[in-house]
């Protein structure tokens, strides 16, 4: 698809919080899968990280916030839902031997708790493996198929503090499920290039378009991944804080030599270097999801061309 080819994000994207109440203004998409209901409850706060465009740290994003949520004594719960499975490998999961993944759970309605293992980082894992790549296939068009992920964490939500959900870069069946059964929030990583902020857009127009489906879909955190100190990287990210004032922009994460270091051996950044800088960033951003309680973001009435971002040098 060609950049000039994309459409601009909805007149009216309004983002909610906890305790408030907010007009909102629903312009239906091209998504015809959209069926009534609410998210699951609030006894496990679900967060998936998503973003339409790959390598901007999605999978690093869950593995290191999992993480530092175990730190402070949170129980948390990754849930896979990338074909990939590289976070499935990040926690120590051998493919070759697991058995059950989310595609039985997904497709063959097998329980969540029979897929869980624990993983040596602190947290839970529900893994994947790349036959869930077949799972659109599978249930697309079947009634609630937009629910599937949803009711399958609802019999666990009791053991849980947060679950977070890691996505595969694009926003079709399996991350849509990810969107519709996220209660707590949607953190979007992203790298200040023009291909991963267009990625950003396209997330927040797609949770617009569910919003019937979960009215409690909004951005809790957009994390900009990797910054180093080149000036083109800062000048686009101050571009996209220009363009999108209200947006829940975190404070950068920093690219270090301990990212590659950890990726190397699947290890946590906290199991590498728990008192550097990217350790230090993803506690801070631990510490935002716990104490996060206002609404976050609110955009109205602006029109976002992604022609014009991609422009940006």
Known sequence: MRTHDLQPLPHRLVVHG??????IVYEPGSYTGV???GPMGDRVKTIAVANQKGGVGKTVTVQNLAVALSLLD?????????????????????LHSQKLSMFDVLVNNRGIA??????????????????????????KGRLGWVRRLRAALEPIANNYDYCLIDTPPTIVFLAVNALVASNAGIIIPFFPAPNAVAGMQLVLARMEELRPE?????????????????????KVLEQVKREYPTLPITAPIPKHADF??????????????????????????????????????????????LERVASWT
């Open 214 to 234: 979960n009215q409690t879909l909004r951005a809790i955190a957009c994390v900009p991944n990797r910054i180093e100190r080149w000036r083109v990287e800062w």
């Open 18 to 23: 906890r305790g408030r109440t907010h007009k």
């Open 114 to 139: 029979e897929i869980i293992r624990l993983s040596d980082q602190g947290y839970d894992i529900a893994p994947s493996k790349p036959i869930l790549v077949r799972a659109e296939g599978e249930m």
């Open 74 to 94: 949170k129980r948390v719960l990754v849930v896979d839902v990338d074909p990939q499975a590289n976070m499935s490998m990040n926690s120590g999961i051998d």
């Open 260 to 305: 590659v270091k950890a990726e190397l051996y699947r290890l946590s950044i906290f199991d590498l270097a728990p008192r550097g800088p990217v350790a230090k960033s993803f506690s801070a951003l631990a510490r935002l999801v716990v104490d996060e309680e206002e609404p976050i973001a609110e955009i109205v009435g602006k029109r976002h061309h």
């Open 35 to 37: 069926c009534s209901g």
